[in-house]
């Protein structure tokens, strides 16, 4: 985790902490995970990156909760969860499987993830007749080698077709940064492949030279919109706070902030793509229209 995001993490805990009122039974741990590419040295991104706010939003219109913010990765996010902590994921894909784990406050659209690759790798990718990459071939064939994220979703299509993938075809990390330095590992050729969303290779372009020799490819069967949202355990603790958020999210002012803090990271194909259906979403949300 970058020194920035450390300060960040640090500035958000204090501030709810002094802004939480004396005796407040209520407490709350916000799961952030923390992407080493939001260091704000892209031109118009947050300085904050993508969860941060999201998170100051919260705090600043729940004022008599206690509040902390905790930078977790996938598997201990799940973990405390599972357990039935007192603690909700702030960016979570939604997937049937997680829906038998926790309550979800939808929040916004995210293009689907892309196959990330080394230039030199790309004649080898085993493509369908529209171009896409063919996952399930890729993963059968076992010539090129693939590193992701232990435990994190990439969809309920991709999810699928990984966890039918054969033996030791992926090498699986759990990284403390939520795999910010995987998509390096792959451009210093310790992996072939990776799997993440477009805007994590464009916003970490900035920070190494050898991010240029990545691509991102589309991966047949898997075009549709996620949905992603907040997730809290599956308690009454959890569905109430779960509805609280969704609430919260689903004023014109939370409409507003959801927008303003995830159309930074829409890449200009996402945007052509997706724009209009993503922004057909965020106007769903507003009370008139419910």
Known sequence: MSGLAKKGRWLVFAAAVLAAPAG???RITWLMPEFALFDGQTPGQSRKGMVEPMADYLIRHWPEAR???VVANVK????MIEAGEPACHLVALRTPEREQLAYFANTHLVPPAQLIVRRAKLAQLPRGAGGEVDLDRLLSEGRLRGALIEGRSYGKTLDAQLARRPAKSIDLYAPADFGGRL?????LGRADYSIDFDFTLQFQRPQSAALNELVSMPIQGSS???QSGVACPHTEWGRQTAARVEKLFGTPAGVAALKSIFD?????????TYGARINADYADRLPSRK
């Open 24 to 26: 407040a039974a209520e």
């Open 67 to 69: 509040h902390e913010v």
């Open 76 to 79: 201990r996010s799940w973990r």
């Open 183 to 187: 998509l390096h590992m792959v451009a």
């Open 224 to 226: 549709e919109l996620l």
């Open 264 to 272: 930074l990271w829409l890449t200009p194909e996402a945007r052509a």
